[in-house]
């Protein structure tokens, strides 16, 4: 019984002392005391208009996730996002009709501070998706939309990820 106390005495010490040597290292938390900050001034930026009903939806995302509250009408920044989107055959039949298809969205984005139109940040992140191709053509374009909304979220929420870490 006494071992394990000692055992628990050496985790605890072990793990204080890793987490002196982190407050030397410039990590900071992005959830916090500068959440407020952040968030009023993530607030501020415009999602510029994208084209096609896929960016439409990207847009929508983004909004919902940048200024839930609707467009600032006097924006500090833009956000340009460029969003493009390949297919490929993944599953082949014997009579070599695909079966399946994997999704590829990408998302280039940048972030202009609209002072003096500079780059705040900017990058690329992108989702693949994968979808059935079935015997019913509705069933396929069903399959296929649930697989780019589900894309879409991934790259809304890591755009915005990123966002928040580059105004923090």
Same mark, same amino acid.
């Given at each position: 019984m006494a071992r394990d106390v000692t055992l628990n005495r050496r985790q605890v010490a072990v793990g204080l002392g890793l987490a002196g040597l982190l407050t030397g290292c410039n990590l900071r938390p992005l959830h916090g005391s500068q959440q407020a900050a952040v968030t009023q001034e993530l607030s501020t *930026?415009?999602?510029? #208009? %994208? =084209? &096609?009903? !896929?960016? +439409?939806? %990207?847009?929508?995302?983004?909004? &919902?996730?940048? &200024? #839930? @509250?609707? +467009? #600032? $009408?006097?924006?500090?920044?833009? !956000?340009?996002?460029?969003? =493009?989107? $390949? /297919? @490929?055959? =993944?599953?082949l039949r014997e009579d070599e009709t695909a079966t399946r298809i994997t999704l590829t969205l990408t998302a280039d984005?940048? %972030?202009?501070? %609209? /002072?003096?139109?500079? *780059?705040?940040? @900017?990058?690329?992140?992108?989702? /693949?998706?994968?979808? &059935?191709?079935?015997?019913? @053509?509705?069933? =396929? /374009?069903? $399959?296929e939309q649930s697989a780019e909304e589900r894309a879409l979220v991934i790259i809304a929420d890591a755009i915005s990820t990123r966002l928040t870490a580059a105004l923090s």
């Amino acid at each position: 019984m006494a071992r394990d106390v000692t055992l628990n005495r050496r985790q605890v010490a072990v793990g204080l002392g890793l987490a002196g040597l982190l407050t030397g290292c410039n990590l900071r938390p992005l959830h916090g005391s500068q959440q407020a900050a952040v968030t009023q001034e993530l607030s501020t *930026t415009r999602v510029a #208009p %994208l =084209s &096609n009903r !896929l960016g +439409q939806k %990207l847009h929508n995302l983004l909004l &919902n996730r940048i &200024n #839930p @509250r609707g +467009q #600032p $009408s006097q924006p500090d920044y833009e !956000l340009r996002v460029a969003l =493009s989107r $390949s /297919q @490929r055959e =993944s599953g082949l039949r014997e009579d070599e009709t695909a079966t399946r298809i994997t999704l590829t969205l990408t998302a280039d984005y940048q %972030l202009v501070a %609209l /002072q003096d139109q500079s *780059t705040v940040t @900017r990058g690329t992140t992108g989702a /693949q998706a994968v979808f &059935n191709i079935l015997e019913n @053509r509705f069933a =396929s /374009q069903v $399959s296929e939309q649930s697989a780019e909304e589900r894309a879409l979220v991934i790259i809304a929420d890591a755009i915005s990820t990123r966002l928040t870490a580059a105004l923090s």
